[in-house]
């Protein structure tokens, strides 16, 4: 994707405001510093303090935690669009790792860039603060789905998240979407043995609802899933702009 009008950033937060002209020109010179990262090598480490965070412009990306026994849980899974590592610039040092699933491009903002388009511009700011507070409504869903779903449901739940969320971008809807994430990584984000992922996904495939091949997924009863997973998008609050163009 291109940087400006077309760059996935733009298109998600023009999911909360209707942005003018001035902003959509800070969002593209936001893009001015691009960089490219290879699979297996971390934009921002757990226990960094270097003040820079990332918005993802192409490929995937996941965050994550190490525990002391080496175990890792994935928190969620970035698409472009996505703020990475956002918090290790407002706080002293990031919780968290981020990690390209594919080779990604991402751009680099600094801290003195971002606090500079906080103070002048206070409607992107707001419309940031929301795509920050919808990843927070996400981290919820997710904490509820490994508590209290079953495994189907909760596999069922995160493919139809991630339908949204990529439907918001124009990199997928209703029909199914490219994915490159492995048995492992679902496992790692939705608390499961790959064993287990891979018996759920052919129980999902053989009721006919979903089909995860070769790195696509598509949906063949996109109501009967829904059903099953008690999906309820709201949360995602991805209804229209809030507020309107100045």
């Known amino acids: 994707m291109t940087a400006g009008t077309d760059s996935p950033l733009t298109r998600k937060l023009s999911a909360f405001a209707l942005l003018n002209e001035s902003e959509t ?35 995937w990306a996941c965050s994550y935690k190490v525990q002391a026994d080496g175990t890792r849980q994935i928190v969620d899974v970035q698409i472009p669009g996505d703020f990475l590592g956002l918090r290790s610039v407002l706080l002293r040092t990031s919780d968290h790792s981020f990690e390209p699933i594919t080779d990604i491009e991402a751009i680099e903002v600094l801290s003195d860039d971002l606090l500079k388009l906080l103070t002048q511009m206070p409607r992107l700011a ?45 990199l997928g809807g209703r029909d199914g979407y490219d994915c490159p994430l492995t048995q492992y990584h679902l496992a790692d984000a939705l608390g499961l043995s790959a064993i287990h992922v891979n018996r759920v996904l052919r129980q999902l495939r053989e009721k006919g609802l979903v089909t995860f ?27 229209g702009p809030l507020l309107s163009g100045a």
């Open 25 to 59: 020109a800070m969002l593209e010179r936001l893009h001015e510093r691009r960089r490219s990262f290879s699979v297996g090598r971390d934009l921002v480490y757990q226990g960094q303090s270097r003040q820079a965070a990332y918005v993802l412009a192409a490929g």
């Open 126 to 170: 707001t419309a940031i603060f929301w795509a920050a507070s919808r990843d927070e409504a996400m981290v919820v869903e997710h904490l509820v789905g490994i508590g209290r779903r079953d495994a189907a449901a909760r596999m069922a739940h995160f493919l139809l998240e991630l339908a949204a969320r990529l439907s918001l971008v124009g």
């Open 213 to 239: 091949r070769d790195g696509h997924v598509s949906f063949e009863d996109y109501d009967g899933l829904v059903t099953l997973a008690d999906f309820d998008p709201t949360y995602l609050d991805q209804e």
